[in-house]
């Protein structure tokens, strides 16, 4: 088994759970990034597992626009590494937690996984789930 998908906008990272006196609730914003993990994942496959997984992750940035073209060029070129937010534990976080009981019973199963960023011609995520032999 060997399921890519795209997930278009700028990458976002898992936010914190805010606690106020009524409860404990997920910011809207990570939910609503979650959800279009699903429907990203669900356009490619219904394909649900509870066996052994490797994930691999690509978070893809847009150099901003004020960039200069020589700087741009060497962002895109790969000499320039996006060293800024979201973190990537949180980027792997947000996938792993939108992909629960759609992709997989549980991201326990998630047994290997590999995240990077780099700069692109757009903002996007790629995720790769692919089964362990």
């Known amino acids: 088994m060997n399921i890519m998908f795209e997930v278009p906008g700028k990458p976002q990272g898992k936010a914190r759970a805010r606690t106020t006196r009524y409860g404990t609730y997920t910011p809207e914003k990570t939910v609503l990034y979650e959800n279009l993990i699903k ?62 009981g759609v992709a997989y019973k549980d991201d326990t199963q998630v047994i290997s996984l590999a995240v990077t960023k780099r700069y692109g011609p757009f903002n996007k995520l790629n995720v790769i789930l692919r089964s362990v032999e």
Do not use: W
């Open 39 to 100: 429907v990203c994942y669900r356009q490619v496959t219904d394909y649900y597992t509870e066996e052994p997984l490797h994930m691999t992750i690509e978070a893809v940035f847009e150099p901003v626009k004020s960039t200069s073209k020589v700087r741009r060029k060497k962002m895109l070129e790969g000499e320039i590494k996006p060293t800024k937010k979201p973190d990537i534990d949180n980027i792997a976080k947000v996938v792993l937690d939108a992909l629960n």
